[in-house]
């Protein structure tokens, strides 16, 4: 099969055989395999807006919530690799549900694009929880084993491997609750269907500031900035680090000059003044790696956690 070659143009591609033919040419669709009003579906759709302009074309954003993610991966693996098809992929799920359970996508499915956050986790109470702090949280988890409520984006998710390493270092054991997305762990709590949410720092803080939420601790290896004055697990004496990257990804074997196309169109968006204003607003900590860095990293993550799962498997 001969492969056809792509010339890459500022700022557009042109098809060889096509005088004015530009990638791309047609709307793009971004699957989200996460629920909506989620954090990763507002980032998503906060980002689409801005590379809609760059690309002179609609990007489409579509939710496949269900199976920690797996559902709307496995649709983006499967889709076709003609750049028109991409998504959001989310840490740790993108490595860790091939580790731990058959699926119908691995990471070598993808082509990575870009990435664009990298939040740390957090575990959230309401604000008249009588969990003060992680003492107390403990303290009241060693009374009552297995009984205190926790919810997650689902098993092997971030928010769920960073309760297990706390659990684990703690001597406790709490009731894990799986959820298809952060919005949804964030109604239970504020609807007392559980005690504790785990999520990432941007997907609470703005609760917590308005005084309907409070953090116990935040999963960076520092404190974020955008709730400074919350200490760290470590810095509590448990050595728990956990976050999520999320970044944007398509079918493996795009042509490498339409992966650039997209790369930049990301860029661009994540050094738009106004589009890191939004950031803030949203409190999304940003930080892009190109295609060849977001994928070293990626790879150097399934190591970690092939290694994690073949000394504490979590499936539940």
């Known amino acids: 099969m001969t492969t056809r070659r792509l010339l890459l143009t500022t700022p557009a591609l042109l098809l060889p055989g096509t005088a004015r033919a530009e990638f791309p040419d047609k709307p793009l669709t971004m699957v989200v395999a996460f629920a909506a009003g989620g954090g990763t579906d507002l980032a998503a759709r906060t980002l ?58 691995r990471l070598e499915d993808f082509s990575p694009i870009a990435n664009i956050v990298d939040d740390p986790g957090a575990l959230y109470v309401l604000t008249d929880s009588p969990y003060r702090s992680l003492a107390d949280l403990i303290a009241a988890a060693k009374a009552a084993p297995e009984t205190i409520s926790y919810g997650t984006t689902g098993i092997g998710s971030d928010d769920h491997l960073a309760v297990m390493a706390f659990e684990r270092q703690a001597a406790v054991r709490l009731l894990h609750v799986p959820y298809g997305g952060s919005a949804q762990v964030k109604q239970a709590l504020l609807g007392r269907t559980i005690a504790l949410g785990s999520m990432n720092v941007a997907e609470g803080v703005q609760e917590s500031r308005q005084g309907l939420m409070r953090m116990l601790g935040q999963m960076g290896e520092h404190r974020t900035e955008v709730a400074g004055d919350v200490p760290t697990f470590r810095e509590a004496g448990f050595d728990v680090v956990e976050g999520s990257m999320r970044g944007m990804a398509a079918p493996a074997g795009m042509p490498r000059p339409v992966l650039e196309r997209l790369s930049l169109a990301v860029r661009r968006t994540v050094d738009n003044p106004e589009f890191q204003a939004n950031a803030v607003q949203q409190m999304l900590p940003l930080r892009f790696l190109g295609p060849d860095a977001y994928l070293a990293e990626l790879m150097a993550l399934r190591v970690r956690y092939q290694a994690l799962w073949a000394e504490h498997p979590w499936r539940e």
């Open 48 to 105: 689409a807006r801005y590379m809609e302009k760059d690309l002179g074309q609609p990007v489409v954003v579509v939710n496949r919530p269900g199976a920690g993610g797996e559902i709307g991966f496995a649709e983006l693996a499967r889709a076709k690799p003609d750049g028109l098809t991409i998504g959001f992929i989310n840490t740790p799920h993108i490595v860790t549900l091939p580790i731990e359970r058959r699926t119908r996508f």
